[in-house]
């Protein structure tokens, strides 16, 4: 099973300031097959990025991903407060799919 | 426009079993896999298992074997999860989402049901 490990587990940031969220993996990951997705309160996920690095449909360009092998890294340029919500990596390959733990965004 | 659109929230008691529903709309019911993921109050994200509704193929976690059941109704557009022997810790909102195009590799999870919410307690 891969282990995604997310860090940190809460991100601290005021509005207009750059986010760098962490995800590594256990063992190395296809990139074709590493997303995000955002969640915010009482809604489902949300996808973001696709094989590392593509944005999904009707994504704002603030949100990039990067990354590859056993590292990966979602950022976002510029924060507004919608972004303020939880953020999960995920690898949709192997089998069982695994979900890193999550990082909290927060408004500081 | 692609839906899906899951049944409403249960409260069930322990030892007893639920059955959630999804219903799909705007797309090839046939043609995409569907994977379940839940996650307990305050938690994360879980995987369950995914179910081929072209074939009725499943694949479960290793977490649900023996406890999991996700079956198809291709003539209704809908699947289904059914959890069994359920226990206060499978307190969580359930979640169908589409996977992967049946015959193509490996794609993410573009949409999602709203969630259901399974509260088990005595």
């Known amino acids: 099973e891969i282990v995604l490990t997310q860090s940190p587990g809460t991100l601290s940031l005021s509005p207009g300031e750059r986010a760098t969220l962490s995800c590594r993996a256990s063992?190395?990951?296809?990139?074709?097959?590493l997303a995000w997705y955002q969640q915010r309160p009482g809604q489902a996920p949300r996808l973001l990025i696709y094989?590392?690095?593509s944005r999904a449909t009707g994504i704002p360009d603030r949100f990039s991903g990067s990354g590859s092998g056993t590292d990966f890294t979602l950022t976002i340029s510029r924060l507004v407060p919608e972004d303020f919500a939880v953020y999960y990596c995920?690898?949709?390959?192997?089998?069982?799919?695994?979900f890193g733990q999550g990082t909290q965004l927060e408004i500081k | 426009q692609v839906q899906l659109v899951q049944s409403g929230a249960e409260v069930k008691k322990p030892g007893a079993s639920v059955k959630v529903s999804c219903k799909a709309s705007?797309?090839?019911?046939?043609?995409?896999?569907i994977h379940w993921v839940r996650q307990a109050p305050g938690q994360g994200l879980e995987w369950m298992g995914w179910?081929?509704?072209?074939?009725?193929?499943?694949n479960y976690g290793r977490h649900f074997q023996g406890r999991v059941t996700m079956t198809s109704d291709t003539s209704m557009y809908t699947a289904y999860m059914e959890l069994s022997s359920l226990r206060s810790d499978d307190t969580a909102v359930y979640y169908c989402?589409?996977?992967?195009?049946?015959?193509?590799?490996?794609?993410?999870?573009?949409?999602w049901g709203q969630g259901t919410l399974v509260t088990v307690s005595s």
């Open positions: 705007g797309y090839t019911f046939t043609g995409y896999y």
């Open positions: 179910i081929n509704p072209n074939s009725g193929g499943t």
């Open positions: 063992q190395s990951v296809d990139s074709s097959y």
């Open positions: 094989g590392a690095s």
């Open positions: 989402a589409r996977g992967s195009d049946i015959t193509s590799t490996p794609t993410p999870w573009d949409f």
């Open positions: 995920q690898q949709y390959d192997s089998s069982p799919r695994t």
